[in-house]
Each structure stands twice: as C-alpha cells, then as structure tokens.
C-alpha cells in the first residue's frame, strides 16, 4: 500500500480550558488504594524498586486524574481506582538482527536459541514486551496500570521492574507459597522471548515456552490475595492468548470468574494463539470458550475473527462474537492500514486509519488495546474510542519496536492535529453493502458532512478530534504522562 509522507506540526493551544471544565472531580474515583506485594522470595531492593522486599504494601503509581472528562461515567460500580490490570504475559524482549531467521524445525530452532542464550547479549537489545506494552501505552494515555504476573529475581526481572517504575506503572507478584518449588530453577527466571529481524524486516519469535507442553509457570495454581485485591480495584481486566504460555488454563479462568463476580470488565486479545487454543487440550478449549462468552470486551484482527467464526466479512463476523457473548459488549475488530470496526448489540463505527510511514508494527495491536481501555473505561462515544485507538496504534508504528518505544502522548496529539485518514471508501463501501444488518452505522471521514443517510451517519473527524484534544493535551500539559 502507498503510504505517505507527512509533515507534524504541534503548538499548544493558546487557550487552554481550566482542569475543572475538562477534569470534574469526581469522589468516586479520587481514593488510592495500597496493594500489599508479596514477593515470590527474598530480593535485594534496589533503588525506586516498586517491589519492596520485606512483603509491605506499595501504593500502585498515579498518572493521572481518573475518569476525568466532561460528563463520562464509570462504567464500574464501588471504588476502582486502578484503571487497567493485565494479567500475565510480562517478559523481556531481546531484539536481534540475525542473518536469517531461525530454521521451522523444533529442535533446530531450540538448539538455535540455546546458542542465543548461552551469554546475555548486551542490554541495549532489551526491551520490555508482552503486556507491558499495553501497560505502558495506558499509562501514557494517563490511565492508572498494574501488572500482574511473575518475574525472576534476575537482570532481566529487575530490568522488566526498572522499566515499569519508570513509566509509573505498579506491578503484583502473583506468587504467594513458593515452598516446594525450586526458585533457583529456569522455570521460575524472568520469560524471555528473542525477538529476532532479517534482513528483510521479517520477523521470528521464540521464546522457552515455545518448547514445553506445560506452561512456563506451571507452577503457580492460585490466585494471592494480592492478586485478588488487584483484580477488584480494577475497571479492566485485560489477558491475551500468549498468557496461556505462563499460566495454567484453570489459572486464568479463576481470574476471570473473580474479576466477573467483582464487577470488573473483562478485555481479551486472542491473538495469533486463538487458533491454536481452539485446537488445543480440552483445558485450552474451554478456557477459550470461557474468555469469548464471558469477556466484555473482545480484540482481534480480521483474520482472528474469521478463525473463530468462519466469517470472512469481519463486521458479520464480530456480529457472530457478539451473538455467542453472554457478557460481551463490544467487539473491535483491528485491520491494520485499513482501519477498525467496533460492533455492539445495536450499532457498528467504521473508522479509517491514519496515514503513517511505517517504521515497525510491533507493539501496534497492543497500544491499540491500551486505547479502547481508555474509550471504554470513560464511556466514550465509539467512534471516538476508534479514533484514538487508531492513532495510538499509527504513532507506536512510527517507531521502531514495543515495550517504550510505543506511542508518547505528544505524537498521538500530532498524528490527530494531522488529520490525514487512509481513506479507501471502495474497501468500506464494499464492506458494508454485504448485508450488514444494524440499527445504526457511524462511519468516520475527514471531509464528509455530519448526517446521516438511512441507517449510515456519517461523522466529520474533526468532530471527533476537537471532543478528544482538549483531553489529551490536559493530561500532557499536567506531565501526567511522559512524553
């Protein structure tokens, strides 16, 4: 596809609204909660540690004034003063440019990355990855995150933990009784995956959990009560397939049921692993059928949903997701260049993406995920949420590789200032002249007129980005946020 080039301005307003216009205090959302950590053993603390080694509790890092727009609503009832918890899937990203990727064989390709991981290559290659990236992406937006996962008491443990302390974001140790388990053993080190780039950009992953029929932490088969505490004073509860790799099925599926009978919103990406767990064991299986009947919220790409489904049109298929769903509200189907789809009961939102140069899509679907958490927590208008995600996902592609080289702030504001949609209207008229049976459409253009035409409204996007800037540009002005 011809993307192309363009040329970001950014000024700051000349006015900017008082924070009470934009941030009407609300008494719900202003009490801090203390998480109690429990580490998985004794560690050496080390300066700004947000583990503390004697087990006391820390208070999860603040970015931001929580719920803080104009008339939005939580979406959660009692006092959640986390915005967004994510469960598992926290591991180091060693990023390598090799000669060619590694071979398709098993073994050939675990004898290759014994070979990488025979001496720690140079800390400049690290990166933090799996759903720190969504993590970190959020707590740019000014939400307030914690993971939840295991680290190793290791360099690469306390790289991941400096990582997360700097983008102000807490994490809870999911290991509460450890005896019986050999601590010094690989299975309880940090999750490394190599992340490794051919000559050609392409990209191979592996990582330890690719070799093993368990999960890499089968170990764990409870959830702590600080874990529990987490999940409670959190509105979302996001989980990936990847998680599946670390953590048992009946593991996630406890989580999932306290976080349902807490009140709190269920965020679930299959990704790449949502074919392979609808093939899996019958643990995987019926997790699978768990997360996609009683999550919230649930994020795929196109080819996911037709996986699922066997529905090529991914707005009859996110129809079907919705369907099936006990819980779900909305589906968000993600199809790169060309835009997203966001489908609920009664409506469906199209929104073209924003025109880049892409430099790397890693991370992309991840900062993606971090702003429809934003959308959805403050009960924005869909298109809206769409918009942002779109932009969010657009400027991490900009830069080169997850973890904090996601998205800033700064340039999600430039790349909305810009304005410049990848608009394909034969790709989207074609899509929804397929019998796409809804109440209401909303599309998102840049130079089409507010109003509606039978069942389409379309909506201008500046519309749209002069309702989300004054937001943005509140919390960047604040230094909520980095930037």
């Not at 301005?9 to 009470?20: E, M």
């Not at 939580?74 to 994510?86: E, F, H, P, Q, Y």
């Not at 000014?142 to 008491?153: A, K, M, R």
Request: with cysteine; net charge negative.
């Amino acid at each position: 596809m011809q993307l192309q080039t363009i040329t970001l301005k950014s000024t700051l307003l000349d006015h900017v609204p008082s924070p009470q216009s934009i941030f009407p205090q609300n008494p719900r959302l202003t009490t801090t909660v203390t998480l109690p950590i429990l580490p998985p053993f004794p560690i050496k603390s080390w300066p700004n540690s947000i583990l503390h080694c004697n087990g006391t509790g820390v208070s999860a890092p603040s970015n931001s004034q929580n719920g803080t727009a104009h008339d939005w609503k939580l979406r959660s009832s009692g006092v959640k003063s986390i915005d967004v918890a994510t469960l598992g899937n926290l591991c180091v990203d060693i990023v390598l440019n090799v000669p060619q990727l590694p071979p398709p064989s098993r073994d050939a390709r675990k004898a290759y990355m014994d070979q990488l991981s025979a001496s720690p290559p140079d800390k400049q290659y690290w990166e933090a990855g799996g759903n720190c990236n969504v993590a970190i992406a959020a707590a740019r937006l000014g939400l307030d995150c914690v993971t939840i996962g295991h680290v190793g008491n290791e360099i690469y443990g306390r790289f991941l933990l400096d990582v997360l302390q700097d983008e102000g974001i807490g994490m809870v140790g999911m290991s509460e009784d450890t005896d019986g388990v050999d601590t010094s053993s690989a299975s309880y080190e940090t999750l490394l995956c190599w992340v490794l780039v051919d000559p050609s950009q392409r990209h191979g992953f592996c990582s330890r959990a690719d070799f093993s029929k368990e999960p890499a932490f089968s170990w764990m088969n409870k959830l702590s009560a600080e874990v529990k505490t987490a999940i409670k004073h959190s509105k979302v509860l996001f989980c990936n397939g990847y998680g599946f790799d670390e953590l048992s099925p009946a593991l996630i599926i406890s989580a999932l049921e306290y976080a349902a009978q807490v009140g709190t919103s269920i965020f679930f990406d299959p990704g790449p692993r949502g074919k392979s767990l609808s093939s899996g064991t019958p643990e995987e299986q019926r997790a699978l059928s768990y997360f996609l009947s009683t999550s919230d919220v649930l994020l795929l790409t196109s080819d996911e949903a037709e996986s699922l489904t066997g529905i090529r049109n991914p707005i009859t298929a996110g129809q079907e997701l919705l369907r099936k769903g006990l819980r779900t509200k909305w589906v968000v189907v993600k199809m790169g260049p060309r835009g997203s789809i966001l489908v609920t009961k009664s409506s469906i939102s199209c929104a073209p993406a924003f025109k880049v140069n892409v430099t790397d899509t890693v991370g992309c679907g991840d900062s993606f995920v971090a702003a429809v958490a934003f959308g959805f927590i403050h009960n924005m208008p869909t298109v809206n949420t769409l918009t942002i995600a779109n932009a969010v996902g657009a400027a991490t592609a900009m830069g080169c590789g997850a973890g904090r080289n996601v998205a800033t702030l700064e340039r999600v504001i430039e790349l909305m200032r810009a304005s410049n949609l990848n608009e394909d209207n034969a790709f989207w008229n074609e899509l929804l002249d397929q019998n796409v049976n809804a109440e209401n459409i909303t599309f998102l253009s840049r130079f089409g007129i507010n109003g509606s035409s039978n069942s389409l409204n379309h909506v201008n996007l500046q519309k749209v980005v002069s309702e989300l800037l004054p937001k943005l540009e509140y919390s960047q002005l604040e230094g909520k946020v980095p930037s």
